[in-house]
């Protein structure tokens, strides 16, 4: 019996979700003993295209946590990390001067063929051009991949700051070519913080703005199972907090694409922030010292948190 194809999407949000991605990923071997390295198609977007780099690496899952943590890692963990820098995030920084909008070719796109151009790319051309570097990203990923793009899928999402489409780096024939930090850095540009890197001579800008997860690229590619690690999106639909509004909206956007992709015939496992971890990511999405706390908040809870629908393709996943 061959095994299963399984595909695995990490989504955006920040530092907080690269520490609910190692969460997830370490409880998924741990606790599941499935190794996230043999899934046939990785996608990343923002925070989870750093991630899903590293994970196309070689790095082990088990070892997420413990990377965050500080804690002992395993001699492939270790030996992958040695020559990599940790990365920090600078505080925000603003340009000089009236605050102009980050794209005008984009407003004008829009305005001259209304409804050619996708809400979040518009507000993303509209707010002011970030101005925070996000080197660092770039010279922790590029020693990852110094040979190239991987064998197996690597799918990096980011967005055209002129047309506001979406590009699919590691999987469009028509992308421009970047090397696989090029791509990361370009998916993890948060509209208005950082600054956006020129692929090509195009400004690309964060692959969340279109999508929180771009779970839909796994339609119809003849999958066996997609799991879903989606930081911005919550377990329940009602709950009283300030951040209700958009965890709301991303799980509204989630399940619109989960049910895309299990019409295509591919069941999906979504893993959501519970209430721990939701608690545990109140200190907001690029606050690094809540990273820890996240990290071991979802790996200790994220498989409990399942409904029966989410449990049963968990149960599965464990069978093979």
């Known amino acids: 019996m061959s095994a299963p194809r399984i595909g695995l999407v990490l989504g955006s949000g920040g530092l907080a979700g690269t520490a609910f991605h190692a969460g997830v990923l370490t409880a ?42 500080g804690e002992a890692m395993s001699a492939d963990g270790e030996r992958l990390m040695r020559d990599i820098a940790p990365v ?13 909008p980050a794209s005008t070719a984009l407003l004008r796109r829009a305005l001259l063929r209304p409804g050619s151009v996708h809400p979040g790319a518009l507000l993303a051309g509209a707010l002011p051009l970030g101005a925070t570097p996000n080197g660092d ?5 590029g020693p990852l991949h110094a040979q190239g ?10 967005v055209r700051m002129d047309t506001g489409a979406r590009v699919v780096f590691g999987r469009d024939i028509d992308a421009p070519p970047a090397s696989v930090a090029e791509a990361v850095t370009a998916s993890c540009a948060i509209p208005a913080y950082f600054a956006p890197p020129v692929i090509d001579g195009v400004r690309y800008v964060d692959g969340g703005v279109r999508s929180l997860c771009n779970l839909d690229l796994m339609a119809g590619l003849g999958l066996d199972l997609v799991i879903v690690s989606a930081p911005m999106s919550s377990s329940a639909w009602v709950e009283p907090r300030r ?24 069941p999906v496992l979504l893993l959501h922030p519970g209430a ?12 690094a010292t809540c990273r820890p706390a996240i990290a071991r908040t979802v790996r200790d809870r994220a498989l409990k948190d399942l409904g029966a629908e989410n449990s049963a393709l968990l149960q599965r996943l464990a069978a093979g």
């Open 28 to 69: 998924l071997a741990r606790d599941v003993g499935w190794d996230a390295r043999d899934a046939e198609v990785v996608v990343g977007t923002s925070a989870g295209s750093t991630s899903a780099a590293l994970l196309r690496a070689g790095f082990p899952p088990g070892d997420y946590v413990s990377r965050i943590t």
């Open 88 to 100: 920090s995030v600078s505080p925000p920084r603003r340009s000089g001067g009236w605050p102009a």
């Open 137 to 141: 990203v770039a010279a922790a990923i």
């Open 149 to 158: 793009w991987p064998e197996r899928s690597l799918w990096v999402c980011a």
């Open 243 to 266: 951040d209700v509004a958009l965890r709301t909206w991303a799980r509204a956007q989630l399940e619109r694409e989960a049910r895309r992709v299990r019409a295509s015939g591919t």
């Open 276 to 287: 721990a971890a939701r608690a545990a990511m109140a200190g907001g999405a690029m606050n």
